[in-house]
């Protein structure tokens, strides 16, 4: 894929993910924090990718994070319910470009780019994706 997509369009996703908001999530002033953020991208990164294959005792690999960007775009609330879009954007030789979002309907509260890197769990190296995941991750 060329150039990085609107990233704050639902449309653009075909992965879902549903997070409710938890009172633990918020700071002091109410609002959820960045970290509760950044776990709401986390749960749909490894739903899709468990989806795909991954994050099973079968498998030799596993996945680390090795780059996450995160644009804050709107204040999200409890209680609530959000939505997390997620899609890949680049598939390489060992890592793996991902899209998401969360949206509270379709008002879009923040985006993230992230970099996943397939890891040899014994040797815990970067080794080059299976195909059988490179497919299903083309697809998403």
């Given at each position: 894929?060329?150039?990085t997509?609107?990233?704050?369009?639902?449309?653009?996703?075909?992965?879902?993910?549903?997070?409710?908001?938890?009172?633990?999530?918020?700071?002091?002033?109410?609002?959820?924090?960045?970290?509760?953020?950044?776990?709401?991208?986390?749960?749909?990164?490894?739903?899709?990718?468990?989806?795909?294959?991954?994050?099973?005792?079968?498998?030799?690999?596993?996945?680390?994070?090795?780059?996450?960007l995160?644009?804050?775009?709107?204040?999200?609330?409890?209680?609530?319910?959000?939505?997390?879009?997620?899609?890949?954007?680049?598939?390489?030789?060992?890592?793996?470009?991902?899209?998401?979002?969360?949206?509270?309907?379709?008002?879009?509260?923040?985006?993230?780019?992230?970099?996943?890197?397939?890891?040899?769990?014994?040797?815990?190296?970067?080794t080059?994706?299976?195909?059988?995941?490179?497919?299903?991750?083309?697809?998403?």
């Amino acid at each position: 894929m060329t150039g990085t997509p609107d990233l704050t369009s639902p449309g653009l996703y075909r992965f879902w993910w549903e997070e409710r908001v938890r009172f633990n999530d918020l700071d002091a002033v109410g609002h959820v924090n960045n970290n509760a953020i950044g776990v709401y991208f986390e749960q749909a990164r490894v739903a899709l990718l468990h989806e795909a294959g991954g994050f099973t005792d079968e498998v030799p690999w596993t996945v680390v994070l090795a780059r996450s960007l995160i644009e804050y775009k709107a204040e999200l609330l409890y209680p609530n319910t959000v939505r997390v879009g997620a899609r890949t954007l680049r598939v390489g030789t060992s890592s793996i470009t991902l899209g998401c979002a969360i949206f509270l309907g379709d008002r879009c509260i923040a985006t993230q780019e992230a970099v996943a890197v397939i890891v040899d769990k014994a040797a815990h190296r970067p080794t080059p994706i299976p195909e059988p995941l490179r497919a299903k991750l083309l697809e998403a």
